[in-house]
T-cell receptor
Framework: ETGVTQSPTHLIKTRGQQVTLRCSSQSGHNTVSWYQQALGQGPQFIFQYYREEENGRGNFPPRFSGLQFPNYSSELNVNALELDDSALYLC?????????????FGSGTQLSVL | AQSVTQLGSHVSVSEGALVLLRCNYSSSVPPYLFWYVQYPNQGLQLLLKYTSAATLVKGINGFEAEFKKSETSFHLTKPSAHMSDAAEYFCAVSGQGRRALTFGSGTRLQVQP
């Protein structure tokens, strides 16, 4: 049990729609990262938020966007969904600057785009 | 830039046998290296990490890994496999800025009774 919770656990959308995925960080963590894990692949870094600002981005198009709120919860928004967006989306929180900084992952949201 | 290669997408061992999962990395800066485990329908759990201290790193559940700079390797081992070790294992590297992890494609470990 990592203390990182994601909702919903499963989601089905159709191509062209928009989706919002939510993440509640572990208490005291100030940083949240989002990863996309396609079937049979390792997770790929989408972006990271630190103190409500984007703090790094992977090779994902602008239709992937995010928010981090003052309570350090977070959202991942994906516009104009494509079939290839079908994947497990993982959220991970951490305490930036900690002497033993670690990522704590949630169980993910499984997104299916039809 | 950094990357990770995991050799062998599937590894099968007998219960009680040695577990060896291979990982080679490429990094333009001194790397931080990680091993994560993923059980079905769950997120990733950190097994161990290397951050330029001791080259032999001990983790949870009896796993350990050795950083070998000359071989650019960070292989994961466990002396005696348990049935509960059956899962997907990911090697990861983080480089400059330490903001993001780059994961390998994973190795699925099967443990036979």
């Amino acid at each position: 049990e990592t203390g990182v919770t994601q909702s919903p656990t499963h989601l089905i959308k159709t191509r062209g729609q928009q989706v919002t995925l939510r993440c509640s960080s572990q208490s005291g963590h100030n940083t949240v990262s989002w990863y996309q894990q396609a079937l049979g692949q390792g997770p790929q870094f989408i972006f990271q938020y630190y103190r409500e600002e984007e703090n790094g981005r992977g090779n994902f198009p602008p239709r992937f966007s995010g928010l981090q709120f003052p309570n350090y919860s977070s959202e991942l928004n994906v516009n104009a969904l494509e079939l290839d967006d079908s994947a497990l989306y993982l959220c991970a929180s951490s305490l930036m600057g900690a002497s033993d900084e670690k990522l704590f992952f949630g169980s993910g949201t499984q997104l299916s785009v039809l | 830039a950094q990357s990770v290669t995991q050799l062998g997408s599937h590894v099968s061992v007998s219960e009680g046998a040695l577990v060896l999962l291979r990982c080679n990395y490429s990094s333009s800066v001194p790397p931080y290296l990680f091993w994560y485990v993923q059980y079905p329908n769950q997120g990733l759990q950190l097994l161990l990490k290397y951050t330029s201290a001791a080259t032999l790193v001990k983790g949870i559940n009896g796993f350990e890994a050795e950083f070998k700079k000359s071989e650019t390797s960070f292989h994961l081992t466990k002396p005696s496999a348990h049935m509960s070790d059956a899962a997907e294992y990911f090697c990861a590297v983080s480089g400059q800025g330490r903001r993001a992890l780059t994961f390998g494609s994973g190795t699925r470990l099967q443990v036979q009774p």
